[in-house]
């Protein structure tokens, strides 16, 4: 049965916008993942900034003992920062694998249409 050149078309433009969704998805990750490393290193600066003045000459007993109650939240919200970026690199990762599919998806695409175009009208292959 000869392969039928307007089926492949077809087939070749879904690949196509799916290949386009894939590469949308994957610039979102990016975005997303660049957010969550942007936002660990604020909260790792902010430690660093209370840190240094906490143990300046000049901090009181009270800045000192405010300084320990903030440290402990602070360093949660460092950790739950790393998992959202961790969980952001994850998606990053799964993203660029579904888009070397998509890309494959549309290669094989372009390789069955030029093998219909090839063939003779009549001829199977």
């Known amino acids: 049965m000869p392969l039928d050149r307007a089926k492949l078309l077809a087939e070749l ?59 402990r939240q602070a360093r949660r919200n460092v950790t739950l920062a790393h998992n959202a970026w961790d969980r952001a690199c994850v998606e990053t990762t799964r993203a660029r694998a579904t888009l070397a599919a998509a890309r494959a998806a549309v290669a094989a695409a372009d390789i069955m249409l030029a093998g219909a175009t090839d063939q003779s009208p009549g001829i199977t292959g």
């Open 13 to 71: 433009n879904r690949r196509r916008a799916a290949e386009a969704r894939a590469r949308r998805e994957l610039a979102e990750c990016l975005i997303a993942e660049a957010a969550a490393e942007r936002l660990v290193r604020r909260r790792e600066e902010a430690i660093a900034r209370e840190t240094e003045a906490a143990t300046s000459p000049g901090a009181g007993d009270t800045a000192v003992e405010a300084f320990g109650t903030w440290l």
